[in-house]
């Protein structure tokens, strides 16, 4: 009888950790990423020159269709001229973003530029924003809360928030969003999600655990992501008015509560 109830004990806490594993997986998944990083994995060099040039095309672009889009005699000119605008972002805002690789991150770090010191996570995107030709006031925008940033372009009722959502179905959901460059908010971090028309997913972003650097990761590669409990995301370059505003050179007032 001892025998038969030492078993069944057994039993049940071989069910209980299997239970416990597959519920707690992406969590455990992301711990076992963190302690044990991938051989051979190295850090990339940031690219000022680059990132300069970029920037600096990127705002001459700007300037054209801006003026393009002032002269426009129809919507219907209009509307292709913000689809193009649209397209201009969704190419330049990565290339930009990965000129920073490497980077070191700090909490407290501020670098304006790819390599010039440390940068925080939300330094890092309004630095980014800003050498797009976002018109965005730098600081007060690094550090705000992710839905503060978020909220600084778009408004609450395109922002999706989703707490404790399993992370293969919260990549479902992105991607079924459609493409575009995306702000995403998460437990005390935020991030751009790059989403590409053939369906790709970048998390690319500061990041507070390890390599601590800038880092541009596929989604299976995006730890940060998905162990965290809180996402909130926007696309950016889906919204008209974010592009408008872009294009002809409006200032994005921070939102704070």
Sequence with gaps: MRRIFTRFTLLLLLVGACYAGWTWRDR???????????????????????????????????????????QASSET???????????????????????????????????????????????????????????????????????NILGTFIPSDKMKIRVGMDYHQFLSEVESSGTGVYIVGLDSHVAFLVVTSGGEIRFIHSSGASPY??????????????????????????????????LLGEKFKTLTL
Aim: glycine fraction near 6%; charged fraction near 25%; proline fraction near 7%.
């Design 77 to 147: 000119a209009r509307i292709e001229i913000l689809a193009q605008a649209r397209d201009l972002l969704e190419m330049s805002l990565p290339r930009l973003m990965r000129c920073w690789l490497g980077t070191p991150w700090d909490f407290n770090g501020t670098a304006h530029e790819p390599g010039a010191g440390k940068v925080a996570c939300g330094y890092f995107v309004s630095s980014v924003l800003q050498d797009a030709g976002f018109r965005v006031e730098w600081a007060p925008l690094a550090q705000q809360a992710s839905q």
């Design 28 to 70: 455990i998944f992301s711990l076992t990423e963190t302690l044990f990083p991938p051989p051979g994995s190295s850090e990339p060099t940031p690219d000022p020159e680059t990132y300069t040039v970029l920037s600096d095309d990127l705002e001459a672009h700007r300037k054209r269709l801006g003026q393009r889009y002032l």
């Design 213 to 246: 650097c800038v880092i541009d990761e596929s989604r299976e590669e995006a730890r940060v992501l998905r162990s965290s409990n809180y996402r909130v995301t926007g696309n950016l370059t889906a919204s008209k008015d974010v592009i408008r505003n872009w």
